[in-house]
């Protein structure tokens, strides 16, 4: 994998003694997974390719997918395109028929002509599957972008994706790394959710708790990711400012 210079991301900083203990005070990861997502928006860069529709698989994605977003934002604009809209949706893990309308009434309301579909880890590649479906059969093009990824599950997402000319999957790196960011509700605000809780409609991580000191922290956590974000993606730019 390309190496990037070190990102000036806060890393984690450790907590004062009397809250170390509190299993909820929260860091963020998002600079544990900076080189993968510079990777990443590297590939997707170097394309040439623009997108209408960034469409974010599950809670998990939701960093990666807005990092990529800030990043198009600025390359599209240098380009003078349009920024890409950004749409988040959990309907990987569901298997019903309810959940897979309303993400392609979402879809067809919208009517992107160019969708880059993001996740933060393909295992086995199945669950992903599910949602390039519901792409392929409203006939619209698409390409995966990938934090990271098994060897076996890049194998069945590439067999996946790129059967049509001109898709691509795009990867951070094969290897676990994606799976830092799996279920961080913490620092992305969100967390997955089960049973009847809408597709579009992630349950808030810091509505789970009615402590207010603790929800205070999570707030923190999230406002902390956010900020993370903003300068990861301004040192991706300048990185990638011959590409674009």
């Known amino acids: 994998m390309e190496n990037f210079p070190e990102s000036k991301l806060n890393s984690p900083k450790p907590q004062p003694q009397e809250k170390q203990e509190n299993p909820v005070v929260v860091i963020t990861r998002l600079a544990e997974v900076a080189p993968e997502l510079q990777k990443l928006a590297r590939e997707i860069v170097e394309s040439k390719k623009s ?8 809670a998990s994605a939701r960093l990666v997918s807005l990092f990529l977003k800030k990043v198009m934002d600025e390359v599209q604009i240098r380009r003078g395109e349009n920024k890409p809209d950004i749409r988040f949706v959990s309907g990987g893990r569901h298997d019903t028929r309810i959940v897979f309308e309303a993400i392609s009434n979402l879809l067809k309301e919208f009517d992107p002509k160019h969708v880059l579909l993001v996740t933060e880890y393909i295992c086995s590649g199945d669950s992903i599957k599910k949602l390039t479906k519901i792409l392929e059969d409203l006939k619209i093009d698409f390409d995966l972008a990938v934090l990271s990824s098994t060897t076996s599950g ?16 795009f990867l951070g790196s094969v290897g676990p790394m994606g799976l830092k960011l799996y279920g961080e509700g913490k620092g992305q605000g969100v967390v997955k959710a089960g049973g009847s809780y809408p597709v579009f409609s ?38 990638l400012s011959d590409a674009i």
Do not use: C, F
């Open 51 to 58: 997108y209408d529709l960034i469409l974010s698989d599950d």
């Open 154 to 169: 890049l194998k069945t997402a590439k067999e996946d994706v790129e059967k049509k000319p001109g898709q691509e999957v």
């Open 202 to 239: 992630p349950v808030r991580y810091k509505d789970m708790t009615k402590d207010n000191e603790i929800k205070k922290e999570i707030q923190a956590s999230v406002n902390q990711s956010r900020k993370d974000i903003d300068v990861l993606a301004k040192e991706t730019l300048s990185l």
